[in-house]
C-alpha cells in the first residue's frame, strides 16, 4: 500500500469527480482489466480514451491530478511516519457497511485512518442529535451507548458537542469501542488525537476521514461527513433533532434508502422535530432505546392474539382449509400469513389433500 499510497490520495481528490465517477474508474482498472492504481496511471493517453472511454476534458483533469503525484507522494510519506493509514475501497479492511449502505454511487473512494482499523469490521450503532441537546437526549444517548456496548457494538460518533461527544465518552465509559467520523481532514485533528491518544494506542478508539489529509473544518464538510457517520452503523438511533439541519437531513436520507432509523419519542411539550421524523416512517423508541407501538398498532396486536386463540380452538374441531379458517371467523389475514402462522404452531397437522387441509383435533387409527 505504501507504494500506491499516493496515487490513491491522487485520484481520490480529482476536482470535480464524484465518487461515481472514481468509483466506476476503479472497478474497471482493478476487475475488468486486473491492473493495480499505479499501472492504471501509467497508462498512455489513448489507453484511458480506448479502454476507459474516458473524454478529451477528463483526460486533461487525469493529467493535471497525475501532475500531482511528487506532492502526494511526500503527503503519503508524512502520513505513513505519523502513524496514519490509508483504505481504498478495494481494501479487504474497508468498512462493508459503508460499501453496503452507500454502494458504489457514494461509498468514498478511500479512507484516511488512525486507530484500530478491525473496529470497521464489527457491528455498530450510530447515536446522532443535537449539538445544543436537551438533558433528556443526553441521557437517552447514554442509555443506548451502555446498551450497544453491552453487546458488543461499536459507537459511531460525528464528534461535535451535544450527542456526538456524549456518545462517545459513554461508549469508552462502558469499556467500549467507538469510531469517530471527522468533518475535517485527519492532519488537522491534532487536539482529538492528544485527548484521545491512551484510547487509541489501547485499540479503542478508531479516527476515520474521508477529506484530504489537510483540509481544515468547514460547514460543508460537516455536512457531508453526516451520511458517512449512518452509513458506518448497522443500527441508527436520534436522540434529538431540529426540522433542520444535519441531522434532521441525514434521517430523510437514511428513510429515504429504506434504512431503519430509530427515534426517541419527544417528551410532552418538548420543542423537537422527533415525532415528526416518527411520522414520516422512523421507529419510535422509549428511553432506553425500547420500541414503543402506537395504539393502533397495540390493538391490532391484542386483535392478532386473540383470532390465534380463536383458530386453534376451531381447528380442535376439525378440519379445514385456510379459506374456511378466515371465512369462519371473519379474518382479515391473508391465506399466506395464515399458513406461516399453522407452521409454527406444535399439535397443528397438514392433511396434504386438496385442498389442503389443517386440524389441531387428536388423529386415531381410525380416522
Known amino acids: 500500500m505504501t507504494n500506491e499510497a499516493a496515487y490513491w490520495i491522487t485520484l481520490a481528490h480529482i476536482p470535480g469527480w464524484g465518487n461515481a465517477k472514481i468509483n466506476s474508474l476503479i472497478a474497471r482498472f482493478s476487475q475488468e482489466y486486473n491492473l493495480n492504481i499505479r499501472e ?13 472511454g474516458l473524454e478529451p476534458k ?15 507522494a511526500f503527503l503519503a510519506e508524512q502520513l505513513e511516519n505519523e502513524g496514519y493509514e490509508l483504505i481504498p475501497i478495494t481494501s479487504p479492511d474497508y468498512s462493508p457497511a459503508l460499501k453496503a449502505n452507500l454502494k458504489t454511487n457514494q461509498a468514498p473512494a478511500l479512507l484516511y485512518v488512525k486507530g484500530n482499523k478491525q473496529i470497521l469490521q464489527e457491528k455498530s450503532v450510530a447515536i446522532v442529535g443535537s449539538r445544543n441537546a436537551a438533558e433528556v437526549s443526553l441521557k437517552f444517548t447514554d442509555n443506548i451507548a451502555r446498551m450497544a456496548t453491552k453487546n458488543f457494538k461499536v459507537i459511531v460518533s460525528g464528534f461535535a458537542k451535544g450527542v456526538d461527544k456524549q456518545a462517545l465518552d459513554s461508549a469508552l465509559a462502558y469499556i467500549g469501542q467507538s469510531i469517530i467520523v471527522l468533518p475535517q481532514g485527519i492532519m488537522t485533528f491534532g487536539t482529538g488525537f492528544k485527548t484521545y491518544y491512551k484510547q487509541i494506542v489501547d485499540g479503542d478508539v478508531l479516527v476515520v476521514s474521508t477529506f484530504h489529509p489537510r483540509a481544515p473544518w468547514k460547514v460543508e464538510l460537516a455536512m457531508a461527513r453526516n451520511p458517512i457517520i449512518y452509513a458506518l452503523a448497522d443500527e441508527i438511533y436520534v436522540a434529538e433533532s431540529s426540522d433542520k439541519g444535519g441531522t434532521w437531513s441525514g434521517v430523510i436520507d437514511g428513510l429515504r434508502k429504506k434504512r431503519k432509523i430509530y427515534v426517541r419519542k419527544a417528551e410532552t411539550a418538548e420543542e423537537t422535530a422527533n415525532d415528526l421524523l416518527i411520522e414520516k416512517g ?38 379445514y382449509t385456510t379459506k374456511d379458517i378466515l371465512k369462519r371467523l371473519d379474518m382479515n389475514w391473508s391465506e399466506t400469513r395464515l399458513r406461516e402462522f399453522l407452521k409454527t404452531q406444535k399439535g397443528i397437522v397438514t392433511i396434504h389433500k386438496k385442498p389442503l387441509r389443517y386440524t389441531g383435533k387428536q388423529q386415531t387409527l381410525f380416522d
Open 58 to 72: 477528463e483526460i486533461e483533469e487525469l493529467n493535471a491530478a497525475k501532475a500531482e503525484l511528487p506532492n502526494n
Open 40 to 52: 492504471f496511471f501509467n497508462l498512455q493517453e489513448s489507453d484511458w480514451q480506448n479502454l476507459y
Open 282 to 319: 422512523a421507529i419510535p423508541v422509549d428511553l432506553t432505546g425500547n420500541r414503543i407501538l402506537d395504539e393502533s398498532a397495540i390493538l391490532a396486536k391484542e386483535l392478532d392474539a386473540e383470532f390465534e386463540k380463536k383458530i386453534l380452538e376451531l381447528l380442535k374441531s376439525g378440519e
